[in-house]
């Protein structure tokens, strides 16, 4: 999503390239679709007894759900990353991001970029962040991903990434981006599709 300002140099007029929005639109769709596919296979498991014919679908569903639930989970992720960078930049400059504060950790760019721009930060210890910690240990696991063995007796829903993963994931993006809003009133939330009174 291009972010147009008004921001001039020379005589030319700038656009800002930002796609914390456009990640997020697709974290909502994907969990959205994952969503949908539950559902699908709900009713047709309902509907009578599973026969053999319907294990493989079942199986290729299975895997169409969580496969839409990590696209969530990492644009989620990439969203929480774009928007804390977008704000660095705007704030304090690029080349300062780039210099000082890149290669942080996600969730220490959550505290220490609002602490240099408004002098206050966010409690390291909130709910905000420790569900940022969850998210950033869940997209890590995702995109460093080993291969694994567990005995079969052994395999847990946490061996999978789910609906519920890619809710909490977008509920993550919203709850930072709300506690930002919350010690810098001038952050807008209502493209979260929350409402300012949220806050």
């Known amino acids: 999503m291009a972010k147009q300002k008004d921001a001039h140099v020379g005589n030319s007029l700038r656009a800002f390239f930002t796609y914390h929005g456009m990640y997020f639109s697709i974290a909502q769709e994907s969990l959205s679709r994952a969503v949908e596919l539950q559902r699908e296979l709900r009713e047709r498991t309902s509907i009578r007894p599973v026969t053999q014919d319907d294990v493989e679908w079942i199986s290729q569903q299975n895997d169409r759900i969580e496969q839409m639930s990590i696209v969530s989970v990492v644009f989620s992720a990439m969203t ?3 928007f804390i960078n977008d704000y660095a930049i705007e704030h304090l400059s690029k080349s300062y991001l780039e210099k000082y504060l890149d290669k ?3 969730s220490a760019k959550w505290i220490v970029i609002p602490k240099l721009v408004t ?3 966010i ?3 909130s709910r905000p962040m420790e ?3 969850d998210l950033v240990a869940l997209r890590n696991r995702l995109v460093h991903d080993k ?3 567990k005995p079969i007796n052994q395999i847990t829903d946490s061996d999978f990434v789910s609906i519920d993963d890619a809710q909490k994931a977008l509920e993550t993006v919203q709850k ?5 809003s919350q010690i810098d009133d001038a952050v807008e939330v209502g493209w979260l599709g929350l409402k300012a009174a949220a806050k």
């Open 80 to 82: 929480a990353e774009s």
């Open 147 to 149: 291969t694994r063995s």
């Open 119 to 121: 002098g206050k930060s």
């Open 131 to 133: 569900l940022l910690k």
């Open 176 to 180: 930072v981006i709300v506690a930002l």
């Open 104 to 106: 942080m950790d996600l």
């Open 123 to 125: 409690n390291p210890g």
